[in-house]
């Protein structure tokens, strides 16, 4: 059984651009790039003694 389920997402247009060049130049899709992305910054985050942190303020801008 599939358990994904569909997710709308609203980007800033800078960030659309950037995956659809990431996808074009990894030949994936631009969904596979998103959770490429995802994944990444999750995997920083547990790493024990990752320097990085996501944050997000009230606009929903990531900076870290």
């Known amino acids: 059984m599939n358990s994904r389920k569909p997710m709308q997402l609203r980007l800033p247009q800078e960030l ?7 996808s074009d130049r990894n ?3 631009q969904n596979s790039e ?5 994944r990444a910054a999750k995997d920083r985050r547990s790493t024990p003694g ?3 942190n996501i944050i997000m303020d009230q606009g929903d801008n990531a900076r870290c």
Not at 16 to 22: D, P, T
Not at 34 to 38: G, K, S
């Open 34 to 38: 998103v959770i490429r992305a995802i």
């Open 50 to 52: 990752a320097i990085g």
């Open 16 to 22: 659309k651009e950037w995956i659809k060049a990431e």
């Open 27 to 29: 030949g994936n899709s």
